[in-house]
T-cell receptor
Framework: GEDVEQSLFLSVREGDSSVINCTYT??????LYWYKQEPGAGLQLLTY?????DMKQDQRLTVLLNKKDKHLSLRIADTQTGDSAIYFC????????FGQGTELSVKP | GAGVSQSPSNKVTEKGKDVELRCDPI?????LYWYRQSLGQGLEFLIY????????KSGLPSDRFSAERTGGSVSTLTIQRTQQEDSAVYLC??????????FGPGTRLTVL
């Protein structure tokens, strides 16, 4: 099937780390992505990882990929209130298929 | 332009009417996607154009939906005989390669 799955909500306190999880469907997906959608704003590509990598770090963002379990995660270090948004994962299997999004709420 | 533009930004129509949604991608980008996002939902894939290849229409929910891309650039998504369940935000994405992806602001369609 084409169901990329994410938990719907995550709430953290400012300064804590956030971990958003995603399970994808196709072991042959070449790239996996994380996007951010802020209220009233468009979708923004945050980061991506190539399928032959296990980890990618980009400033406060760390992406972990477990190909065996088809599990992708996004860790945001030192989460700030400005990180409050909906985060989508997506896999590229010929075309981009998105999860349903995880709403991250950051409490001061 | 510097980004992806979509028009109109908002469209309110009556059930049964036809609507056309337009996407102006980034010049030179070879791939163009249409998605729709219903309230509180993820992005539902609709259709994908890649260069001169035949489009992947596998996500179109019914034969009331169609899309074309003229000259490898501007794309129009047409919904015929709109239904209330078609109400959503329709997003266009302009993609050059695996890491150059830009999304438009979307067209919010409301079918009364």
């Amino acid at each position: 099937g084409e169901d990329v799955e994410q938990s719907l909500f995550l709430s953290v306190r400012e300064g804590d780390s956030s971990v958003i999880n995603c399970t994808y469907t196709d072991s042959s997906s070449t790239y996996l992505y994380w996007y951010k959608q802020e209220p009233g704003a468009g979708l923004q590509l945050l980061t991506y990882i190539f399928s032959n990598m296990d980890m990618k770090q980009d400033q406060r963002l760390t992406v972990l990929l477990n190909k065996k379990d088809k599990h992708l995660s996004l860790r945001i270090a030192d989460t700030q209130t400005g990180d409050s948004a909906i985060y989508f994962c997506a896999e590229l299997e010929g075309k981009l298929i998105f999860g349903q999004g995880t709403e991250l709420s950051v409490k001061p | 332009g510097a980004g992806v533009s979509q028009s109109p930004s908002n469209k309110v129509t009556e059930k049964g009417k036809d609507v056309e949604l337009r996407c102006d991608p980034i010049s030179g980008h070879t791939a163009l996607y249409w998605y729709r996002q219903s309230l509180g939902q993820g992005l539902e894939f609709l259709i994908y154009f890649q260069g001169n290849s035949a489009p992947d229409k596998s996500g179109l929910p019914s034969d009331r939906f169609s899309a074309e891309r003229t000259g490898g650039s501007v794309s129009t998504l047409t919904i015929q005989r709109t239904q209330q369940e078609d109400s959503a935000v329709y997003l266009c994405a302009s993609i050059q390669n695996y890491n150059e992806q830009f999304f438009g602001p979307g067209t919010r369609l409301t079918v009364l």
